[in-house]
């Protein structure tokens, strides 16, 4: 004799089939695959604003900088932060094989390092969200992360040996120089590909060089985006078109010297990083 719990119908029992379950179970599949893409694009949009807050925060402090001294740019450019009479750019940092300043927040934040470790005391600001690189070029058993994500244009504020950049291009010292250009077509800060970026400076090769290609990488990683911060303040998420631009995150330096001719995303950070070649004797 078979029990029947009161208030229960026979014909339909409160099991689910196999069937039942299997249907169940391919709903939840089939929201789980519309929802995921949007919750991951979400997440990224998230990440992209932090860096634009991150950016904007940089910007203040280098306006503040010029602010409290006479109208002067912060010192830019690349050298061993560390050693006797070297300047205080205003991040300390030098090329891809001083080590030191890829995972060592004082050299953002310590005054004694970093110009601007005065004014910015939280190192999260130097780093994109979205940039998850590690230093696997120390030896160290665990890769560190990497702590910076940004680097400023090498035309504002260069301090270091002029030979490294254009003769023909104006190297901009004084906020005030500003005035021979138009600010909002001059980027400041830009964030860098993890494998290129090494020195505070963001170097670009114009045109008359050697090499018509990269020097630094821009970053890539919001979704083959970087965002890119200007001399009026405003901030810009750019979208690269050539694929040639866009690189793979991962452990390999990128050289300072690859050749991409022909690159519209080359052309266009050119147009932004100085004024026009000039005439020496207008300017000062």
């Not at 925060?57 to 932060?81: E, I, K, R």
């Not at 400076?201 to 290609?213: C, S």
């Not at 405003?234 to 078109?241: A, D, F, G, P, S």
């Amino acid at each position: 004799m078979q029990m029947r719990i009161p208030g229960q119908n026979p014909r339909y029992p409160t099991a689910f089939t196999l069937v039942e379950l299997l249907v169940v179970i391919a709903v939840i599949a089939i929201l789980a695959g519309l929802l995921l893409p949007a919750l991951a694009t979400a997440k990224g949009q998230a990440r992209r604003i932090f860096c634009v807050n991150n950016q904007r925060q940089l910007s203040l402090t280098w306006t503040m900088y010029a602010d409290d001294h006479g109208d002067s740019m912060a010192p830019n450019g690349h050298c061993v932060p560390d050693r006797p009479g070297n300047p205080r750019l205003w991040i300390g940092a030098d090329d891809h094989f001083y080590l030191p300043p890829y995972t060592n927040t004082q050299y953002l934040v310590d005054p004694q390092y970093a110009a601007f470790g005065g004014y910015l005391t939280t190192a999260s600001v130097y780093k994109c969200p979205e940039d998850r690189s590690l230093l696997t070029r120390a030896g160290d058993a665990t890769p560190q992360p990497q702590i910076r994500s940004y680097a400023l244009n090498a035309y504002m504020g260069w301090v270091s040996p002029r030979s490294e950049l254009s003769a023909q291009h104006k190297v901009f010292q004084k906020m005030s120089d500003l005035n021979v250009a138009a600010p909002s077509q001059l980027f400041v800060f830009q964030e860098v590909h993890p494998s290129s970026i090494c020195m505070p400076a963001f170097m670009m090769y114009l045109p008359g060089g050697t090499v018509d290609g990269f020097y630094h990488y821009p970053s890539s990683l919001h979704r083959g985006s970087g965002v890119i911060n200007f001399a009026d303040g405003h901030l810009e998420t750019r979208k690269w078109q050539d694929p040639r631009t866009i690189k793979p995150a991962n452990s390999e330096i990128l050289a300072h010297w690859d050749h991409s001719p022909r690159n519209a995303d080359i052309a266009w950070l050119r147009e932004r990083t100085t004024y026009r070649p000039i005439d020496l004797a207008r300017l000062p």
